[in-house]
């Protein structure tokens, strides 16, 4: 194999494709998101606990991917900025919206609207749906 022909070998495997995807689709969310003063992570915990105030963190680590200790740190910038408040119940933390949390919700709400609106435009409309279609469906196989 030669030097030339090293990216379409790679393009050939599902790890450097996800990832190259990956790094495109941050970056364009951390465009989107960046007006709002919130990452993309930030920003889908806020709309999460909008849409389901009482959220324990466990839970929202299982519907955002992401491992408990990065929500517990998301959830305490969040809760720093009055976005998002913790309220414990015996043993049990559950994450309700803050003071400031609904001016921020409807902004990232919107700023995910323009994200995907984005990609949809680059992409197509079919070939975005498809392409979150299969993406989800391979996380949820390798997961099991």
Not at 101 to 125: D, M, S
Request: aromatic residues 8%.
């Amino acid at each position: 194999m030669d030097k030339e022909n090293l990216q379409e070998t790679y393009c050939n495997c599902l790890y450097y494709s996800a990832g190259a995807l990956g790094r495109v689709m941050n970056k364009l969310a951390e465009e989107a998101f960046a007006p709002i003063g919130l990452s993309p992570s930030h920003a889908f915990l806020v709309m999460s606990v909008h849409w389901r105030p009482g959220l324990q963190p466990g839970q929202l680590s299982q519907q955002m991917m992401l491992e408990p200790s990065t929500i517990t740190r998301l959830i305490e910038k969040l809760e720093a900025a009055e976005l998002v408040e913790r309220k414990k119940d015996g043993k049990n933390v559950y994450v309700y919206p803050g003071k400031k949390g609904a001016l921020k919700f409807e902004q990232a709400k919107k700023a995910w609207q323009e994200l995907l609106a984005n990609y949809t435009k680059k992409l197509g409309k079919k070939e975005a749906e498809e392409l979150t279609r299969l993406a989800y469906r391979a996380v949820a196989k390798l997961e099991r």
